[in-house]
């Protein structure tokens, strides 16, 4: 079980870790709501196509109508959490606010899921290794970011820094509200999630900007389809098959290694210098996901 948990966790932060480079290639040719709301309709529908072919679809899902309703509210409300409003508030936020010091504010996101484990889901324990697991990797995020500070602290961005919060309060509900979901399947779960984002996302990509006019390469169609299928889809299936199996807390820790692998892969890929902060962030972010596993290793 623990293995499988840290399998999946590594797994989730690779795919999101990664969609920065195919982001760089759409976001100036294609509006960054008109985006979310594309990667959300091909989430899920392949998602969709997923259960129809795993002969999952076969089965129908033990809810009556009263129990429906209500699963569809909180679908709804994970859309809005998860994909909606963080999605507005970064991109309002990032025009202000640079990238270490949004990394750092988004890793704000397990202190806020513990928070939060702990007022609305009594049935999951709150041990003193998850408590220094989420101050450990919030160290090395800072660690990891350290040389682009000084420059990131003005009195200017305070209502960038107060969005960019907004929006990790917003994740770490979305993550509560998943753990909330009655024993079902994944793959139908977040296909439900994201088709009520995508119900959200288009009409607001109508409002604020002009989809009908995106013009785009065969190369950046295929990234944008990469960015839906698998960075919007396959990856919420996953997220939500941890939360299930380890928690929240534990799940939420991705937010952590997500800007380590971009790192990595910059260093790998493009080339870029390994810097000492990147080496010391590394270091204690891997003790961070150790801690955080620490009480399940001591379970039989």
Do not use: C
Not at 6 to 12: C, E, G, Q, R, V
Not at 141 to 151: H, K
Request: glycine share 10%; aromatic share 8%.
């Amino acid at each position: 079980m623990k293995k499988i948990s840290y399998l999946l966790l590594i797994s989730i932060s690779l795919i999101w870790g990664s969609q920065f480079f195919l982001v760089d290639l759409v976001i100036h040719s294609i509006p960054p709501v008109t985006l979310a709301a594309v990667k959300a309709i091909i989430g899920a529908g392949t998602l969709a196509l997923l259960y129809i072919f795993s002969g999952q679809g076969r089965k129908r899902e033990p809810v009556g109508r009263k129990q429906s309703k209500s699963l569809w509210g909180s679908f709804v409300w994970i859309g809005l959490l998860e994909a909606v409003i963080p999605f507005i508030l970064i991109g309002w936020g990032q025009q202000t606010v640079s990238s270490s010091m949004a990394a750092i504010l988004m890793g704000t996101i397990p202190i806020f899921t513990i928070l939060f484990v702990k007022l609305f889901v009594p049935g999951e324990t709150i041990s003193a290794s998850k408590w220094i697991s989420v101050i450990v990797g919030m160290v090395g995020i800072v660690i990891l970011f350290a040389p682009d500070l000084g420059s990131s602290f003005h009195a200017g961005n305070i209502a960038g820094d107060l969005a960019l919060v907004g929006a990790a309060v917003s994740f770490a509900g979305s993550l509560i509200l998943i753990k909330r979901l009655p024993p079902m399947s994944s793959i139908l779960a977040m296909r439900n999630v994201l088709a009520a984002a995508s119900v959200i996302l288009v009409p607001l990509a109508f409002l604020l900007e002009d989809p009908l006019h995106v013009a785009l390469t065969p190369t950046q169609i295929l990234a944008v389809i990469i960015l839906g299928s698998f960075h919007a889809g396959i990856v919420y299936m996953l997220y939500n098959l941890l939360i299930q199996r380890a928690g929240a807390t534990f799940a939420s820790l991705n937010n952590y290694l997500v800007p380590l692998i971009g790192i990595v892969l910059g260093v790998t890929v493009l080339g870029d210098s390994l810097t000492w902060n990147a080496v010391a962030g590394l270091a204690v972010i891997l003790l961070s996901l150790a801690l955080g596993g620490f009480e399940k290793q001591k379970r039989p």
